[in-house]
């Protein structure tokens, strides 16, 4: 299956505690089908005398990438443009490849 969310791609939460927040993929685990987006899912632990905030991962089906034409949430669509596969919106834009590492 394609990777219609990848790291770097700035996603926007369509349920759950978070919704309606936008947030950076910091990972992705394919395998579980769970992303790392930043400042989602924030939890606190108890580490000897200090509380620290922790980032734990979500389910991918509950984001959606920002469509960089509207900056809401869009469907992900494949197209081959000069012999390359690319992600598309719904509006048609090419979603960049944002991978920083």
């Known amino acids: 299956?394609?990777?219609r969310i990848r790291k770097g791609d700035t996603v926007v939460v369509i349920s759950g505690r978070d919704k309606g927040k936008?947030?950076?993929v910091l990972s992705v685990m394919p395998a579980e089908g769970k992303v790392v987006v930043e400042g989602i899912n924030l939890v606190k632990?108890?580490?000897r005398e200090t509380i620290?905030?922790?980032?734990l991962p979500i389910f991918?089906?509950?984001v959606m990438p920002l469509d960089p034409q509207t900056g809401k949430g869009t469907r992900v669509k494949f197209k081959v443009q000069d012999g390359k596969k690319v992600r598309v919106a719904k509006s048609?834009?090419?979603?960049a490849n944002a991978v920083s590492e």
């Open 45 to 47: 632990r108890h580490a």
């Open 60 to 62: 991918a089906s509950k």
């Open 22 to 24: 936008t947030g950076k």
């Open 92 to 95: 048609g834009t090419v979603i």
């Open 52 to 55: 620290q905030e922790k980032t």
């Open 1 to 3: 299956m394609a990777a």
